[in-house]
């Protein structure tokens, strides 16, 4: 039976249409592994090999995977979202009682993306600390270590401006609390503060800034920061593997 | 035990497949939760309700056919209405749901606008968007306006309804009290449609005031306005009574002496009147369509444009009384009040009678020391404080501008931004009805005084005010209704000067300008004979038989009769058609007789009117015996064929009649040529 199975997968594996998708063929030895990696738009940020005990639970705690995987939700759900979502001033409130009431599992969505926004933050700190803690922030990894504290950054921002969109008093006073927090900066805090709301009062031209920003430009950053954040864990020598030399093998 | 628990761990996370199984399965069961969530909803719940409800009902096939399943909506984005009660709410179209017991599948009682036409938020409020009882009905976390409870629903059509609804009795009565007891004086309400509300209270200039009443009454009724006068309408401002000594003070102070000053009055006529005859001016005079008086069984009579004059001896000196009788244009040159040319033995009978008009104990009790500067200042301080230049004219105080809040948006302001009281209900109605109610309760220091109403006129107030909402204000132009407002009409001229100083607009209307208490008058010049006109104007005589009250007779000169008469038979003309059109010459014998018949047969016209005092007996409509000399023929042919075309809401009905038969009833009508109605009667 299970012989059967991998005949079949082989089969279909050395058909033309999958070898002209999937180049590097099948095959057990380290040079087809190497090449399935290497040859993958979305595998080749990641590291041919990798030592067994960076890949264990203790090692990691796997705070960064996750993070990755509730940023995934949030793309998924937050499109879905969009889905439903006017950012103008008289639509943006009525668009939420929209979701709550007549939107099937409407309050689902909103909730999940709304409760995976506030574990990505946990995550992204608990990542941090996890790290700091480790001492893998040392070289070569410094720069990895900046990266990821601009995705802080960015995962803070993200937050923040998902804040004004659902348009209700708590939003709104939040951005005026914030807006006004920058306008309190020397010299250019009144300008950076019309930057920000694109106007002197938290109205139409913020909302539409924000979501601007919450849906396009902050996750455009982010992904691309992201894919960096990935890619130098491979050109930095993989995951940190902790003080002690190496005790496990090389997978 | 413990190895059960043990092994049961082993059997679900032994190894990594299991865990990832079971971990797969625990997250598919909490995924499901939510369709199901959504299955389980209350508004299917509601819709399974109403469909068993129908089905044990005779007219079930109709019914079902109606109904539709899922979501229901009433969708007008231009009002901003998304409005799913109907969801819940099936059987409001539903005229054979009356009688069911449940408020939520009731069919909903007739109004004149179609359900979809403006949705159910516009005007009962809560969340229309919601799908559940709770979120839709009440104020919840994320929603603040909760339904209107039912007596206040009349403030839904005063969003669009400027102008009296016959079917909005208390909304009506609310904008009258906030007109009549001149709450704009000090807060400004902006309507809808980008008019002001203006008062109509219009209360004195207190410029002279000491030329027409004592310390004494001033005080007493700044204390408490209501115990001299039940009808007056200034509130109570609950001054203790060193402050009423300081204001009344001030305002006694303030007074300068008319120009040119009154003249005493004569010893020889103060003799005490005839009260016989006094009482009989007073009544020919008509004061009372104006003034109200109580009388000896305590009734109060009379009408509330001018003010009730019970106790007007204690408060009115009497070399004033004399000099407003002959001429209250010399003390208030803007007062509603005619100029009536009494000669000076009618002011001497009916100031006397005016004089005999005391109510003492008012007054019994106060007793004022001359006052001081210091009083003076102080109590200019608080008339200042106070507002009461908002509707007085005083000497040295300018009047206040936004003196207190606006209220264009009463009806929609956030509870947030409203502070409470105890014993306040926690809502917007709540908040509205307890500030009329008791003003100060909410905090010593508000200004706003205490106005006396009764919980009737306080909810009657309260609606109006809730109909001062966003939607009233932000609306597209053609929702709204307006209320019709009264031009600036002004008649030129001599005519026009003595049609100012008999305050002819007080009662009549002209082109759009003027009161409602006596007929319009626009197009007068057509309808009467000038022959007519001017025994009328010598003599006026009441027109409709069920009616004692007349226009009031002015003692006009011969000149200004005729300058009257003139003016309006040349002015006061319809552009519709000639007024000598159709003479009465051309009507024959035959056409006489045949309109003869068709008021009394085929149109019934005896029903409402008279043309023959000895046989007909209808009193809704004014005695025609007259018409002859009254009116002029084309006018009354006009007449019959369209009454609303020469008068918009006039009662009589229009009976389509063919060219023929108007022409017939006008001739018949025209031949009438008796007495008026007063002669007829004392025949």
Redesign the interface.
């Known amino acids: 039976m299970a012989n059967t199975l991998d005949r079949l997968a082989d089969q279909v594996r050395e058909n033309r249409i999958w070898r002209s998708i999937f180049r590097s063929g099948t095959g057990e030895s380290n040079l087809h592994r190497a090449l399935t990696v290497q040859q993958n738009v979305f595998l080749h940020l990641f590291s041919v090999k990798a030592r067994k005990r960076t890949l264990e639970f203790r090692a990691t705690w796997y705070l960064g995977a996750l993070t990755f995987g509730t940023f995934l939700i949030l793309v998924i759900t937050g499109i879905l979202l969009m889905l439903y979502y006017h950012p103008s001033v ?1 639509q943006a409130y ?1 668009d939420m ?2 979701l ?3 939107v ?2 409407g ?2 969505l909103r909730n999940l993306h709304r409760w995976s926004a506030h574990a990505m933050v946990f995550l992204v700190f608990a990542h941090m600390f996890k790290v700091f803690y480790r001492g893998a922030y040392r070289p070569p990894r410094e720069f990895n270590w900046v990266i990821g504290v601009v995705l802080l950054l960015m995962t803070l921002l993200l937050s923040y401006t998902g804040y004004l969109l659902p348009w ?1 008093q708590l939003a709104f006073w939040a951005v005026t609390v914030g807006s006004n927090i920058a306008s309190a900066v020397p010299v250019i805090g009144a300008k950076m503060r019309f930057l920000m709301l694109g106007g002197t009062a938290v109205n139409a031209n913020a909302l539409l800034r924000f979501y601007v920003l919450h849906c396009v430009i902050l996750p455009f950053a982010a992904v691309v920061l992201i894919a960096i954040h990935f890619w130098r864990i491979r050109k930095d020598g993989g995951i940190y593997p902790g003080e002690s030399p190496a005790e496990g093998d090389a997978k | 035990m413990k190895n059960n628990l043990h092994a049961l761990w082993q059997l679900f996370f032994g190894d990594s497949a299991r865990a990832f199984g079971s971990a797969s399965v625990i997250l598919l069961v909490l995924l499901a939760v ?2 199901a ?2 299955h389980f909803s209350q508004w299917r719940h509601y819709q399974k309700q109403y469909l068993h409800l129908i089905r044990g009902r005779a007219d079930a096939v109709t019914l079902e056919r109606h109904f539709q399943g899922g ?1 229901q ?1 009433i969708w007008i984005p231009e009002q ?1 209405v ?1 409005d ?1 009660c109907t969801t819940c709410h099936l059987g409001m179209k539903e005229a054979s749901l009356a009688d069911v017991s449940s408020v939520a599948f009731r069919e909903h009682p007739v109004i004149p606008h179609k359900l979809t036409e403006f949705g159910c938020t516009t005007c009962h409020r809560g ?1 229309g ?4 009882v709770e ?1 839709a009905h009440s104020a919840t976390e ?1 929603w603040e306006q909760p339904l209107l409870p039912a007596k206040y629903i009349e403030a839904g059509c005063g969003q669009c309804h400027l102008e009296n609804q016959t079917g909005t009795p208390f909304l009506n009565q609310g904008r009258q009290l906030i007109v009549s007891y001149g709450c704009t004086h000090c807060h400004t309400i902006k309507q809808g449609d980008g008019t002001y509300v203006t008062p109509d209270d219009d209360p004195p200039s207190l410029k002279h005031i000491a030329d027409k009443t004592t310390r004494e009454w001033v005080y007493a009724w700044i204390k408490d306005p209501q115990a001299y006068a039940g009808t007056a309408t200034m509130p109570n401002y609950h001054l203790s009574d060193d402050d009423a000594r300081d204001v009344s003070a001030f305002i006694l102070a303030q007074s300068t002496p008319l120009e040119p000053p009154l003249q005493p009055v004569k010893a020889d006529t103060k003799t005490p009147a005839d009260p016989a005859a006094g009482t009989s001016l007073y009544g020919q005079s008509f004061c009372a369509s104006c003034h109200a008086m109580q009388n000896a069984a305590g009734m109060m009579v009379g009408g509330n444009v001018g003010p009730e004059l019970t106790g007007i001896g204690t408060k009115a000196k009497p070399e004033w009384l004399q000099d407003w009788v002959a001429n209250p244009n010399h003390y208030d040159p803007g007062t509603m009040m005619p100029h009536y040319r009494f000669d000076a033995a009618q002011v001497a009978t009916l100031t006397g009678f005016l004089e005999s008009k005391v109510e003492p104990d008012f007054v019994a009790n106060v007793h004022l020391d001359a006052a001081t500067p210091e009083q003076v200042e102080h109590g200019k301080r608080l008339a200042v404080e106070n507002g009461c230049a908002s509707c007085h004219e005083i000497n040295g105080i300018k009047k206040p501008e936004n003196f207190a809040p606006e209220l264009s948006r009463i009806g929609s302001k956030p509870l947030n931004q409203l502070i409470f009281v105890e014993g306040v209900e926690h809502s917007l109605p709540g908040y509205v009805a307890g500030k009329v109610r008791n003003p100060r309760a909410f905090g010593p220091s508000l200004k706003m005084p205490q106005f006396k109403f009764t919980p009737q006129q306080i909810d009657a107030i309260t609606t109006a005010l809730l109909a001062l909402t966003d939607r009233a204000q932000s609306q597209p132009p053609t929702m709204r209704i307006a209320s019709v407002q009264q031009s600036k009409y002004q008649p030129a001229g001599n005519a026009g000067q003595l049609m100012g100083d008999l305050r002819c607009f007080t009662c009549h209307m002209i082109n759009g300008h003027g009161g409602d208490m006596a007929p319009d008058l626009t197009w007068e010049g057509t309808a009467v004979q000038r022959e007519w006109l001017t025994q009328f104007l010598k003599n006026p005589e009441t027109l409709r038989p069920a009616l004692i009250r007349r226009m009031p007779k002015f003692n006009l000169r011969d000149a200004e009769i005729n300058t009257l008469a003139d003016y309006m038979m040349t002015v006061y003309q319809t552009p519709e058609f000639d007024r000598d059109s159709l003479p009465v010459s051309q009507f024959n014998p035959a056409q006489v007789e045949q309109g003869r018949q068709l008021f009394y047969s085929k149109f019934a016209c005896q029903s409402c009117h008279i043309a023959d005092y000895k046989n007909d007996k209808g009193y809704i409509g004014p005695a025609l015996a007259a018409t002859g000399k009254r009116f002029n023929a084309a006018w009354v042919y006009y007449w019959l064929k369209d009454p609303q075309a020469l008068r918009p809401g006039t009662i009589e009905p229009n009976q389509h009649m063919t060219d023929d038969e108007a022409r017939a009833l006008t001739a018949f009508l025209m031949s009438l040529k008796s007495g008026g109605a007063q002669g007829a009667m004392k025949k």
């Open positions: 008289p009525a009682k929209d709550q009431f007549v099937s599992s309050v689902f209700d | 939510a369709p969530k959504n979501i909506q901003q998304t799913r969340q968007a919601a799908t559940t979120e994320q």
